[in-house]
Every structure is written in structure tokens, then in C-alpha cells.
């Protein structure tokens, strides 16, 4: 099976193929390297920009005023910060313009933690992305969704930003993307840049085909009605993980929903779930004051304040400045496993 | 034979001589044509400027000193829509420009007067903050600098596409301090990847209340051009046949070469920075427009009834422009969503455009 970040170079090679991309762009994208964590490796219209960021979404921005479809890279999200005002923009130039001119870009960059990447390699921004109206913001979990909604956002004629959860790059997926050889060696060799020298290779891309995954449709990944456990990118996994160990040592069964796209979020499968169990947990790595899991926490006790069983919760990251080197620092300020099935026991075996 | 040709008000001026100013000089006819847009340009800035005053709009910002320069730089840009032509990011003083491009005067004080009908922003923004797409004129964003950054992603697809189009940005002497005025020099000149942008500085001297001499130390902005071997100019922006030439060199050689270059326009701020600082026009600086006047006059292309004519006219046209506008559909709450996002096959909450937080029934 194809690895999350092999899976994002698929879906570009589709996007360039296929649905009209003209430039995929960042911080050592192109050759010689194809990206720092290899996603935009033997593309053949990846290139190399200067190390600017504000260039980077400018030069998106002027690309898509003039037709074309950009696919930028910020290299990692805690870089995206010095572009926030462009952000901005690139979601208002619709409204703005009063529908005279639209922003179809993607831009792409690696979101929070796991890869020990201390103060400066370790942020999240979905919180930050989610207060961008204008933009549509997801975050895939696995390798097939990461596949399919980065067609979705190459497809959508708005702004899309694609958060990829850096701890989950290297992760196989568990259901293949359409087109993908059988041998994940064979996918290796066909489409993974040699380490070393280069100069010469050239990718034999696997015939993959369309697969969309709607922009604001999550994915119910588990089934229970004990309660409810809402979340998305790295934490995904851990919550699914953490439901599996409860149903087999204590009984307890979860609706787990991954919610994949931030903005527009699906609403419906929150919603309906409460309905089933009248508990909920929202978890994700985002530093905790004014994080977007508060957003659905708001709409949660707006729409079901009857509803619920027990009071609903969030697990999310501590609010402190950034997340240290020793794994202390880590293990102790974002959500891990242990935390999590914590959490997910207490809000199921509460009393009502 | 200023009285005779009056009569015609420049009709079958060709005959008339090129007007001189210094080495450079157009002919009449063209001079003639500049001067009536100025008009209509500086007048449209002051009847919005009235508008600030009187409540029937909010705030002002504008060109009026600036009609020298551009509306020259109007009047020869390539104008249609996609590649082929040449993209505009424009600073939030280009009226001159837009009116030179054909903008009808209505459009203007439609966007002052925040009608539904404005077709630049539907009653959004602030005034001078144009978007028409038909010309490649991108939406105007009071955010300074962003002009630069977005510069070379038009400019990219243009050198890719071909042709002669060419990518035009402009900004304020104040807002070259941002980084992205440097980002513009990088991307437009990658080694062969050089890019057609025309980087236009207006400086007027000022960024708000803040004289430029206390903040800048060098000489010249176009200065900061020569080591990414950008060629540059600086011009009397109050000079219209200067400045006409100043455009016309600049856009042969963007046009041909594919690479960037520099003007800086020496400009006045005849109404201050905006409504914000009182929008009191301001005496110790020089008038494009008077001068032109005066000019051609002496040149016996144009006399003072005609200038007066041509100044009622503008006038007539404002006033009724406004009026018109005034008339016109005003924004309601039911459009406050309008416009924020294209439809889309590929969104199940929004497929056609925002409808606010997305409902569970
Ligand atoms: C990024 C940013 N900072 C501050 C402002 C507030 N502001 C608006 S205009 C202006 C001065 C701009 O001066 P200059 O670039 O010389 O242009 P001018 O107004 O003189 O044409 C400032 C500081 C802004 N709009 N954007």
C-alpha cells in the first residue's frame, strides 16, 4: 500500500495530468529533491522557488488571476505564519470582487507534531486555517483520503489548503488507491526518487485513476453507541486505536468520526451521532485557547444541549509556546494514546 | 489660432503642432485627449471627496495629483482580458488609469456610494479599490504590498503563454519598505526565468503623516533595482508627455524583453492622504492638472473658454452619475453571503456558495 505522502504525489501526478494543474511550487520541490518529505518527487511541473513564503502564495495568487492552477507548498505550517494576511486575501478575492474573479489554488504544508521536530517543525494550524473564510481546509488521516481530497481540492475552483499530518507521512494506507500496483516494492520503485544521484531518473507512474473525496464529508471509521469521538489527522488514528482496545477490554463501542475536512466541516455526521449516543469527545493536537475543536464544542451545546447524556469534552493540545525537543515536552502537551483512551473511558462509563 | 480651434474643441487638431516638454513632446491632439481625461479623473476624485463630506459616502482615498502619470500609463495599456493582455495590480490611486481605460465616471461613484450596482466590489470596498475583469484589472486590496508578491504569478503565466502581454504593479514610496517589493525583484528575475513585470513606485514623498526622507536613505527606489540588473527610471510624474514616455520606454522594453523594469513617478498628494486626514487640498504642491492647462494654453491648443467647457462637462457627468447612483439598488442583508465561494462539484455543504455554518436537520 501506498504511503500517505506517496499517495499525495499520486494525486498530483492525476492533478497534472489530468485536471489542469500547471505549477506545483515551493521550497525545494522540485528537482534535485522533490520536496523535504518527497511529496512532489518526479512531477513534471514541480519546481523551485526562492525561500520566501509570501512569494510562494503570491505567486499562486497572480498564477490562478491569470488561469493557471497552482498547487503551492509551504514547507512546513510554522512557516505559513508570515503569510497570514495573504491568506487572507486569497479567501476574500471573490466576495471582494463581488464574484469578478476567482481563486482556484491548493496550497499544501505539513501540520503538527510527531516527527520530534521540537519548537519550530512541530505546530498546528487548522485552528489558525479555520478563521480563513473564503478557504476550504482538510486534513486527511490516511493514505486513500489524502489521495482523494487533494483531487477534491485540485478540483474546487476556491482555495484549498491541504494540512498534512507530518507523524502520518510514512504511513501505509490500509485500502489501495484505484490504479495502484498490488507490490508497494513495485510502487517503490516506479515512483520513489533514488537516494543519491538523480540526474536521469524518471518516474514510471502506476495508471491511477479518479477518486474524490467531497470536500465536508467525514468518515465514520468505527461504529458504537457508547460515544462519541470526533477527530482528524494525527490524533485520528490514535482514537481509533484507543476504540478497538476499549470494545476489547472493557465492552465500550465509539462512533469514531474522522472528520477530514475542517472547512466546510460535516456537521450531519456530528450531529447524528450525538443523536445515538449523547456523548462526545473532540480531540485534536491544536493548542487549546480558541481552537477549532471549541468551535464544534459551541455548536454541539447550541444544537444538543438536550441531548446530551453527559457534559462534552475536548482533549487537545496544552497552550504553551511551542513543544520541546526532549519527548517529555511532547508526550506531555499533545494528545497521545494513553491521554486519549483516558478521556474516551471516562466520557463513556460517566453516570448520566 | 486658439479661437477657431476651440470651436471644434480638438477636432482636426492633428494640424496642430506636437507639444513640447523638454526633450520629449506628443501631439496636440493626444495632449488634448490626456487633458480631458485628467479632467474627468481629478473631477470624479472631487465630487467623491464631496461625498466623504456630505455622508451620501464614507471614506476617500484617491489620485488627484497623480493624473499625470496615470492616465498616460492608461491610455497605453494593452487592454483585454487573459494572458495575452497585460495584468493590472493597482495601488488605490489609479482612478486616472481606470477612467483612462474607459471606465465609465458612474462605475466610480457607484463604488463610493456602496450601490449593489457597483461592479467593482457591489458596495464592499472602499472607493479606488477597482476590479474588472474584462481588463485584467485585479482587485484593488488596501493591504500594502501584497501588489508586489501576487506581480509575478500573473507575469509567470504570461512569459509561459507568450505573446507581448506584460504584468503592471504599483505601489506607494512608503510601502517599498515591506519585504514583498523585494520578493517582486527575486521572482521577477530567477536567472532564466526573468519575468515581463513593469514595477511602477508613485512617490508622493509620504506613507500617511511620515516624510520619506526620514525613513529612507536612499537616493533614488529605482536604485534598489540595479543589483538584480533592473533597469529604471525615475520621471516628473507631473508631466504628462514625460511621463507618456517614460511608460511608452518602459513597456517596449517589458514588452520585447520579458524582464522587469523599474519607473518611479514623481508625484504630488493634492487632497492629503485620504478623508481620513481631512481630504483639504493641499497648496505647496504642484498641479498636474493646472500646469497641463496652463500649458497647452500657451501652446494655443486649448483657451480658457474650452478648458471651462470641459471642466462643466466633467462636472455635468458627475453630477449626474451621482444622481444616478443614488437611485440605484443599495446591498441588503440577504447578500452578505454573496460571492464567497465559485460552485463547486466537489463540496457537499456548498456546492454553489456560502449559506452560512452548515445545519444537522
Ligand atoms: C500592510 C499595511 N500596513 C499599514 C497600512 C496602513 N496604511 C495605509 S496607506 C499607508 C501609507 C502608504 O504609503 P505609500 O506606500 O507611500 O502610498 P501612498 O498612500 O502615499 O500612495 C499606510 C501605512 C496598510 N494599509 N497596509
Known amino acids: 500500500m501506498a504511503t500517505l505522502v506517496q499517495a499525495v504525489r499520486l494525486a498530483l501526478h492525476y492533478g497534472e495530468t489530468y485536471l489542469g494543474v500547471t505549477d506545483i511550487f515551493g521550497e525545494d520541490v522540485g528537482p534535485p529533491l522533490g520536496g523535504v518529505f518527497t511529496a512532489t518527487q518526479g512531477l513534471k511541473t514541480a519546481w523551485n522557488t526562492p525561500l520566501d513564503e509570501r512569494g510562494i502564495l503570491g505567486m499562486a495568487m497572480g498564477i490562478a488571476y491569470a488561469g493557471g492552477r497552482p498547487v503551492c507548498e509551504i514547507q512546513f505550517c510554522d512557516y505559513a505564519f508570515n503569510t497570514i494576511d495573504l491568506m487572507k486575501i486569497a479567501g476574500n478575492q471573490r466576495w471582494a470582487s463581488g464574484g469578478n474573479y476567482e481563486m482556484p489554488i491548493v496550497l499544501m504544508t505539513p501540520s503538527g507534531s510527531g516527527i520530534r521536530g521540537s519548537l519550530y517543525h512541530s505546530h498546528s494550524f487548522e485552528s489558525w486555517a479555520s478563521r480563513l473564510a473564503g478557504w476550504k481546509i482538510v486534513m486527511p488521516s490516511n493514505a486513500l483520503d489524502a489521495y482523494g481530497l487533494m483531487l477534491s481540492a485540485i478540483a474546487d475552483p476556491n482555495p484549498v489548503m491541504v494540512l498534512l499530518p507530518k507523524a502520518l507521512l510514512r504511513v501505509r494506507g490500509e485500502q489501495k488507491i484505484p490504479g495502484e500496483p498490488e507490490d508497494e516494492e513495485e510502487l517503490k520503485r516506479m515512483i520513489d526518487a533514488p537516494v543519491g544521484d538523480r540526474t536521469g531518473w524518471q518516474p514510471r507512474w502506476p495508471p491511477v485513476q479518479e477518486y474524490f473525496v467531497p470536500l465536508g464529508k467525514a468518515a465514520l471509521v468505527r461504529t458504537g453507541h457508547h460515544a462519541t469521538v470526533v477527530s482528524y489527522g494525527r490524533t485520528l488514528p490514535l482514537c481509533v486505536k484507543a476504540a478497538d482496545e476499549l470494545r476489547d477490554s472493557d465492552g465500550l463501542e465509539f462512533d469514531v468520526i474522522d472528520l ?68 517529555e515536552y511532547e508526550k506531555n502537551s499533545v494528545p497521545q494514546l494513553p491521554s486519549i483512551r483516558e478521556a474516551m473511558k471516562a466520557l463513556a462509563t460517566e453516570e448520566a | 489660432m486658439p479661437r477657431e480651434l ?15 516638454s523638454g526633450e520629449y513632446s506628443l501631439p496636440a491632439e493626444r495632449c488634448l485627449e490626456i487633458f480631458r481625461l485628467m479632467v474627468r479623473a481629478r473631477t470624479m476624485e472631487e465630487r467623491m471627496i464631496k461625498m466623504s463630506k456630505s455622508g451620501e459616502g464614507y471614506f476617500w482615498i484617491g489620485g488627484p495629483g497623480e493624473e499625470a502619470f496615470n492616465v498616460p500609463l492608461g491610455l497605453q495599456v494593452k487592454k483585454g482580458r487573459g494572458p495575452d493582455y497585460d495584468f493590472l495590480h493597482l495601488h488605490y490611486r489609479n482612478s486616472g488609469t481606470l477612467i483612462a481605460m474607459g471606465m465609465p465616471v458612474l462605475d466610480g461613484i457607484r463604488q463610493m456610494a456602496m450601490t449593489w450596482t457597483d461592479p467593482h466590489s457591489r458596495g464592499r470596498n472602499f472607493v479606488g479599490h477597482y476590479s474588472v475583469p474584462e481588463w485584467n484589472v485585479l482587485p484593488v ?30 505601489g506607494g514610496d512608503a510601502g517599498t519598505a515591506e519585504g514583498d517589493f523585494n520578493s517582486c525583484m527575486v521572482w521577477s528575475t530567477r536567472p532564466g526565468h526573468e519575468l515581463p513585470v513593469l514595477m511602477i513606485v508613485m512617490n508622493n514623498g509620504y506613507g500617511i503623516s511620515t516624510p520619506a526622507y526620514t525613513q529612507h536613505s536612499e537616493l533614488h527606489i529605482i536604485d534598489r ?107 441588503t442583508a440577504a447578500d452578505v453571503r454573496r460571492f464567497t465561494y465559485a460552485s463547486s462539484d466537489y463540496d457537499v455543504v456548498y456546492p454553489d456558495d456560502y449559506t452560512g455554518l452548515p445545519n444537522g436537520d
Open chain 2, 225 to 331: 533595482g540595479k543589483p538584480f540588473g533592473i533597469p529604471g527610471e525615475v520621471v516628473d510624474g507631473n508631466d504628462p508627455i514625460a511621463s507618456w514616455h517614460a511608460i511608452d520606454r518602459a513597456m517596449r522594453y517589458v514588452r520585447s524583453e520579458r524582464r522587469p523594469y523599474m519607473i518611479e513617478a514623481l508625484v504630488s498628494r493634492l487632497y492629503g492622504h485620504s478623508s481620513s486626514s481631512g481630504a483639504m487640498r493641499v497648496r505647496d504642491e504642484r498641479d498636474c492638472l493646472a500646469e497641463f492647462e496652463h500649458k497647452l494654453i500657451e501652446a494655443g491648443v486649448l483657451d480658457e473658454e474650452a478648458a471651462a467647457r470641459i471642466h462643466k462637462a466633467a462636472q455635468d457627468e458627475c453630477e449626474k452619475a451621482l444622481e444616478q447612483a443614488l437611485k440605484e439598488p443599495k446591498p
Open chain 2, 6 to 20: 476651440t470651436q471644434t474643441e480638438g477636432n482636426g487638431l492633428a494640424l496642430a503642432a506636437d507639444i513640447v
Open chain 2, 141 to 170: 486590496c488596501s493591504v500594502i504590498g501584497v501588489n508586489w508578491v501576487k506581480a509575478p504569478g500573473t507575469a509567470h503565466v504570461q512569459k509561459r503563454h507568450g505573446g507581448d502581454g506584460i504584468t503592471i504593479v504599483v
Open chain 1, 260 to 327: 477530514r475536512s475542517i472547512f466546510p466541516y460535516d456537521w450531519h455526521a456530528i450531529s447524528q451521532s450525538i443523536m445515538k449516543t449523547g456523548r462526545i469527545l473532540i480531540v485534536n493536537e491544536d493548542t487549546e485557547v480558541t481552537n477549532f475543536g471549541e468551535h464544534l464544542l459551541r455548536r454541539v451545546i447550541d444544537h444538543h444541549y438536550y441531548d446530551l447524556l453527559v457534559r462534552p469534552r475536548v482533549l487537545l493540545g496544552q497552550h504553551i509556546p511551542g513543544i520541546g525537543l526532549n519527548q
